[in-house]
């Protein structure tokens, strides 16, 4: 595993000036809120993972647990004289990864991560097979667990006696763009999502399994379009099933941002 950088800061944390305001003194509340002091001015507090660093003046009178708290949620604190000169840091552990792209890019680092991965994303394409397999009413052989895709092609032919996989792929596809711009926003790094690793599409993986859905939405259609009306089709079918097509995306974003969590946190 490569070596993590100290003190990475939470993605959405700010720095916490206290050196040249009306700050007084810096204390720990009762719900591990940073409470600043001022003068002639109410009192603010802070929650301690809006804060990525502290740079505060000599005369500040710090308490010992707000301290140590900053110590332990690895803000550091530069103390300075009123010249805005640095006299010295006080730096604590490292922060914990906390955002979906920190907890990425410490995963990818990681030899295991091959390994959880892959044992990860075959029970989430279990799972959502199961699932589909469930609402179109298709028996769950073990042929059908093995290649699901066929078996609902097949279903479908069976009940309207026409084939569907290119109208599930069209439909799949418009899935696969927005969970990608999903992803892009929620990490700000397309880089990690495609061959940041050898063999490495997290889009595709993804893609793939979220695709499962579109043959819920198409198993019960009695006609779909041919292929030259395909992809108006395939946008207004999906702009229909918006609401649908989201909270099964926000769903899967969160089963990975947990998996990540749980191996990297």
Same mark, same amino acid.
């Given at each position: 595993m490569q070596h993590r950088a100290l003190h990475t800061p939470a993605m959405n944390a700010q720095p916490l000036y206290l050196h040249n305001g009306s700050a007084q003194r810096l204390d720990l509340d009762a719900a591990q809120r940073l409470r600043i002091e001022r003068k002639d001015l109410p009192e603010r507090r802070i929650p301690l993972h809006h804060v990525s660093r502290i740079v505060c003046s000599s005369t500040l009178d710090i308490s010992a647990r707000a301290l140590m708290a900053c110590m332990k949620s690895g803000i550091p604190l530069a103390v300075v004289d009123p010249k805005g000169e640095t006299l010295g840091w006080c730096l604590g552990a490292r922060r914990k990864e906390t955002s979906m792209r920190q907890l990425l890019t410490h995963a990818l680092d990681d030899q295991a991560w091959p390994t959880h991965y892959a044992d990860w994303l075959a029970q989430q394409h279990? =799972?959502?097979?199961?699932?589909?397999?469930?609402?179109?009413?298709?028996?769950?052989?073990?042929?059908?667990?093995?290649?699901?895709? $066929? =078996?609902?092609?097949?279903?479908?032919?069976?009940?309207?006696?026409?084939?569907?996989?290119?109208?599930?792929?069209?439909?799949?596809?418009?899935?696969?763009?927005?969970?990608?711009?999903?992803?892009?926003? $929620?990490?700000?790094?397309?880089?990690?999502?495609?061959?940041?690793?050898?063999?490495?599409?997290?889009?595709?993986?993804?893609?793939?399994?979220?695709?499962?859905?579109?043959?819920?939405?198409?198993?019960?259609?009695?006609?779909?379009?041919? =292929?030259?009306?395909?992809?108006?089709? $395939?946008?207004?079918?999906?702009e229909r099933h918006t609401a649908h097509w989201q909270q099964r995306i926000g769903q899967l974003m969160y089963a990975f941002e947990q998996f990540l969590r749980s191996h990297w946190l």
């Open positions: 279990a =799972a959502t097979a199961a699932q589909t397999l469930l609402l179109c009413g298709v028996p769950t052989t073990d042929a059908a667990r093995h290649n699901p895709r $066929a =078996a609902l092609c097949n279903a479908h032919f069976v009940k309207h006696q026409q084939g569907c996989a290119q109208q599930v792929d069209a439909l799949a596809l418009l899935a696969q763009h927005e969970l990608a711009a999903q992803l892009t926003q $929620a990490t700000c790094a397309p880089e990690l999502l495609a061959w940041h690793r050898p063999g490495l599409n997290l889009i595709e993986d993804l893609g793939r399994v979220i695709g499962l859905h579109a043959h819920t939405d198409l198993h019960h259609a009695p006609l779909l379009p041919e =292929a030259d009306k395909l992809t108006p089709w $395939a946008v207004r079918h999906y």
